[in-house]
């Protein structure tokens, strides 16, 4: 089955660049989408087709590819972004979905 | 603006069949516009995608789940719905329905994510 990995845990100063990773096999080819959950909250979707920013999401939200490895970057890491991100790819040749591990972002 | 509402018994006993359904409002269905999905989040876990459902009634499976699990729609009532059986207390989570890439999209070897979530409801298995 296909997996997807990501960091459990990263943290971050206020105003400073966070970077999440999430790997998985040719994850190039699968069009990694990022979400953002806080506590008790439904998800909220960050990222799609790898960096681009749906409506009403912040600049400082953006997306890169190399390869393997999907990367989430929030730039001037503001308290509110605290929360968990999970990546999650979309497999063209079966239409399956899937999520990573999550990454818990602490701002702090 | 498209919102979505889950609904359904919040206690199952174990063995028995999960049924939720997801009323979609501020948009529609059947027009075919978008794949809808099921997701779930066990207490203090990730999230795990169940499925999708398209208005024709075509569906797709989490193959780890694909044995237990069945997504229906019911256009008329702008509804979709999951059946989880054989339910045990790992089946515990809160289940959120989504709107789902756009189907063109898929067509043309893209995928936009998941971009309108429920609020979720919590389900749980136990006797």
């Known amino acids: 089955s296909y997996e997807l990995t990501q960091p459990p845990s990263v943290s971050v100063s206020p105003g400073q660049t966070a970077s999440i990773t999430c790997s998985g096999d040719k994850l190039g080819d699968k069009h990694a989408c990022w979400y953002q959950q806080k506590p008790g909250q439904s998800p909220v979707l960050v990222i799609y087709q790898h960096s681009k920013r749906p409506s009403g999401i912040p600049e400082r939200f953006s997306g890169s590819n190399s390869g393997n490895t999907a990367t989430l970057t929030i730039s001037g890491t503001q308290t509110m972004d605290e929360a968990d991100y999970y990546c999650?790819?979309?497999?063209?040749?079966?239409?399956?979905?899937?999520f990573g591990g999550g990454t818990k972002l602490t701002v702090l | 603006q498209v919102q979505l509402q889950e609904s359904g018994p919040g206690l199952v006993k174990p063995s028995q069949t999960l049924s939720l359904t997801c009323t979609v409002s501020?948009?529609?269905?059947?027009?075919?516009?978008?794949?809808w999905s099921w997701i779930r989040q066990p207490p203090g876990k990730g999230l795990e995608w169940i499925g999708y459902i398209y208005y024709s009634g075509s569906t797709y499976y989490n193959p780890s789940l694909k044995s237990r699990v069945t997504i229906s729609v019911d256009t008329s009532k702008n509804q979709f719905s999951l059946k989880l059986s054989s339910v045990t207390a790992a089946d515990t989570a809160v289940y959120y329905c989504a709107r789902d890439s756009p189907w063109i999209a898929a067509r043309l070897g893209f995928y936009y994510g998941m971009d309108v979530w429920g609020q979720g409801t919590t389900v749980t298995v136990s006797s």
């Open positions: 501020g948009g529609s269905i059947s027009s075919g516009e978008y794949y």
């Open positions: 999650q790819a979309w497999d063209s040749s079966t239409g399956r979905r899937v």
